[in-house]
């Protein structure tokens, strides 16, 4: 799912090719993308955009005479800036809007399409979307250790809660633990002074960082390569590889369509986390340190290797 850092680069993309401009066209070609009804999307058809920004992990084209198009990409959903009035693909494309200078074509590699627009009428409307997760570029440190400490979850949950925390999903928030050295299980309201500290830093750290290289990496263009598994991450999707830090291999933990990507050295105290569905297995047998894990590993296996999907 993309998350602060890459839909930032996106709003960026987005202003410098529409601000200004009018929404010519709105062609959906998926009638699951649209969750709304009124108004109807071809009322926003003529209105010039206003301005691009990001709602949590939703991004919003403010029309004129108050009129808004909001666009949640869920995990699979990407844009791409083509030529205008491109043809929509039939498999993996739910939309195009089309501008003077280009259409922006919306795809979702996956069969599921969970990706969603709501075309919404007045500042209200939209303000009820937002799930009031903490911005984290505009808050204090204390205002962070609240949100924090708000409801009691696991440092993982709690920095993926769009309630607590907005823009950050499964892939930063494994990086923002690693650089705060604090445990992905770690519960939230049992940490210290130095601990908090540490984590308010990691987390404007880590985005500020990789906002920054994405921007670097895009230049001008559109971006075309937003995924979540990246070469230059610490622990996210390295399974197995070296902790660029202490070179232990990284660990992880598979829940459902997740997984939680951590080094046992910089942030469990050497100790490996169970992954439910294989403890309930193993029992007695799971393995509780990085060298017994590696001591009774047989060897790479397909399933095994680090994953790097576009």
Known sequence: MPEYPDLTIYVEALERRVLGRPLEGLRIASPSLLKTVDPRPDEAVGRRIERVHRLGKRIVFDLENGLHLALHLMIAGRLHWKKRGVAIPRKRAHAAFDFPDGSLLLTEASTKKRAALHVLAGDEALAALDAGGLEIFR???AEFRA???RERHTLKRSL???HLFAGIGNAYSDEILHRARLSPVQWSDRLDDDAHA???AATREVLAEWTDRLRAETGDDFPEKVTAFRPEMAVHGRFRE???VCATPVQRIVRAENEVDYCPTCQT?????ADRALSKLLGRDWPRTVEELERRRPGPTPSDRPRRPS
Do not use: F
């Open 269 to 273: 105290g050497g100790r490996v986390l």
């Open 198 to 200: 540490r984590l308010y």
């Open 242 to 244: 070296p902790c660029p």
């Open 160 to 162: 993926t809660d769009p």
């Open 147 to 149: 949100a924090l400490e």
């Open 139 to 141: 808050a204090s440190e």
